[in-house]
């Protein structure tokens, strides 16, 4: 597609469930990356694919955040027993990887998630 | 760990005068330096880059500039505009990792 897609835009859920969350990347982009802005706040580094395969998870705050990425497209978050402070926007980006380095992100619109 | 730090994190400027937001990395290996602006509601978006072999980049009314030795770059916006209210983050990279700054919140007032 022309740009990076997310769904949904706003989610409101019930503390304790479980919520995903899709990206849809730029074609041919290889690389794809989640962050959680949360409000007011800066950008939270959660996780990189590079293709199918995550070499950097570091940034998932607990193990009920998961992520994967079939297809080398298509990613999707998982958050599983959701906490109010799960609340925030959840960014993805994705970028072309080229050798050094250098890889301009673009990034989707976001998924609001709100946590009642 | 890696740090980006940003000032100031909130910038109020009148309509035709010039905004400058300073930002300082840790990696000394970092290098590629991009910046964004976050419109309400919206993804951040890449205004301008500059990579670690150049001191400095304009496009149009932003310009760009890059200190190695220190480990500071700098966002110029001359002219500013209502429309150029907004978020910006920078932000320092190396290899596939990027490091962002908190955020400058710019309010340019009519």
């Known amino acids: 597609g022309a740009g990076v897609s997310q769904s949904p835009s706003n989610k409101v859920t019930e503390k304790g469930k479980d919520v995903e969350l899709r990206c849809d990347p730029i074609?041919?982009?290889?690389?794809l990356y989640w962050y959680r802005q949360s409000l007011g706040q800066g950008l939270e580094f959660l996780i990189y694919f590079q293709g199918n395969s995550a070499p950097d998870k570091s940034g998932l705050p607990s193990d009920r955040f998961s992520a994967e990425r079939t297809g080398g497209s298509v990613s999707t978050l998982t958050i599983q027993r959701t906490q109010q402070e799960d609340s925030a926007v959840y960014l993805c980006?994705?970028?072309?990887?080229?050798?050094?380095?250098?890889?301009?992100?673009?990034f989707g619109a976001g998924s609001r998630l709100t946590v009642l | 760990g890696e740090n980006v730090e940003q000032h100031p994190s909130t910038l109020s400027v009148q309509e035709g005068d010039s905004a400058v937001i300073k930002c300082t990395y840790s990696d000394s290996a970092s290098n590629y330096f991009p910046w964004y602006k976050q419109e309400l509601g919206k993804g951040p978006q890449l205004i301008i880059d500059?990579?670690?072999?150049?001191g400095e980049k304009k496009d149009q009314r932003i310009a760009v500039t890059l200190n190695k030795t220190a480990k500071h770059f700098s966002l110029h916006i001359t002219e500013t505009q209502p429309e150029d209210s907004a978020v910006y983050f920078c932000a320092a990279s190396r290899a596939y990792k990027y490091i962002f700054g908190t955020g400058t919140r710019l309010k340019v007032l009519a």
């Open positions: 500059i990579r670690s072999n150049v």
């Open positions: 074609s041919g982009h290889t690389a």
């Open positions: 980006a994705s970028s072309l990887s080229t050798p050094g380095g250098a890889n301009v992100l673009t």
